[in-house]
């Protein structure tokens, strides 16, 4: 079974076959800074759009991009991000152009691209097939919230067949048990829930964020990233003095719907501002 720690060269670029989540990481931490990872869903406003906005958000400050794709029975995304999938599944998405939004935006990019997803559109695809169109298209790996290391090995055989990064979630709920065997699983870094429910811009962050960070760095982790509830600097801020990367969703893809792929821009600089550690 691989771990979060992935093959790397001394100076910190990536050894064939690397992560590059891991690699993208890395090099914001050695500008003494978080990373910070922008989410954005598939076909919203269209494909196009997508593209458009993941170049944005890499020019304007993010190291990794999740791009996710529309489901039609999510789990854990709030209003925002539900109504953008909707969207973006009445316009017609398939599936299979969420790998044409990966290619547009990794041919024009330094940036790792992830696939966020639930797991039923990969199995209904097939395992290998997807992982093998997903590293064609330069991906760096997945996200896959609903999907535990558990019942994952067709996963992990794929993953490391193409060479992909496997990102599992963590939350406040996961036992010591629990976040041993899914930092064990990981590769390029953990994804740690800061708040139980769904996502969705908030006022504050939850204070669980720092605790859970805490739990998997602990647990072995080298990477662990906050995702939930991150809307402005001011959080960005405050996750990034204890978190290898802050994960940002549900503002950028309000940005996108309000104001386009500039408003997308602008926003990620302005997140961007929040990532040095040295900042009070």
């Not at 996710?68 to 398939?94: N, R």
């Not at 097939?126 to 090995?153: H, K, M, N, Q, Y």
Request: charged share 20%; proline share 4%; aromatic share 4%.
């Amino acid at each position: 079974m691989s771990t979060d720690n992935s093959p790397e060269t001394s100076t910190g670029s990536t050894a064939p076959g690397a992560s590059k989540s891991a690699a993208a990481i890395d090099r914001a931490k050695a500008q003494g800074r978080s990373a910070l990872i922008g989410y954005l869903p598939a076909g919203y406003p269209s494909v196009e759009d997508t593209i458009a906005a993941g170049i944005a958000l890499a020019e304007n400050g993010a190291d990794l991009i999740e791009i996710g794709i529309p489901y039609s029975d999510p789990v854990m995304d709030g209003q925002v991000i539900q109504a953008a999938t909707t969207e973006a599944l009445s316009k017609g998405f398939h599936v299979s152009q969420v790998f044409d939004v990966v290619r547009g935006i990794t041919s024009k990019t330094e940036a790792a691209v992830l696939v966020m997803t639930y797991w039923n559109p990969v199995v209904r695809m097939g395992v290998d097939e997807f992982s093998r169109r997903l590293a064609e298209a330069g991906g760096a790996g997945l996200i896959t919230p609903d999907l535990i290391p558990d019942e994952a090995a067709e996963w992990m055989a794929a993953s490391d067949k193409y060479g992909l990064d496997r990102v599992f979630l963590v939350a406040p709920s996961s036992s010591p048990e629990r976040m041993k065997r899914t930092v064990d699983a990981s590769r390029g870094f953990v994804y740690a829930v800061s708040i139980m429910g769904v996502t969705g811009a908030r006022t504050s962050v939850s204070s669980a964020a720092k605790d859970v960070v805490a739990a998997a760095h602990a647990a072995g982790a080298e990477r662990v990233c906050v995702g939930l509830g991150v809307s402005n600097a001011g959080h960005v801020r405050e996750i990034a003095a204890y978190a290898d990367g802050v994960i940002v969703g549900t503002a950028l893809v309000a940005a996108i719907g309000e104001g386009g792929v500039d408003a997308v821009a602008s926003l990620t600089k302005e997140l961007s501002t929040g990532l040095t550690k040295e900042e009070a």
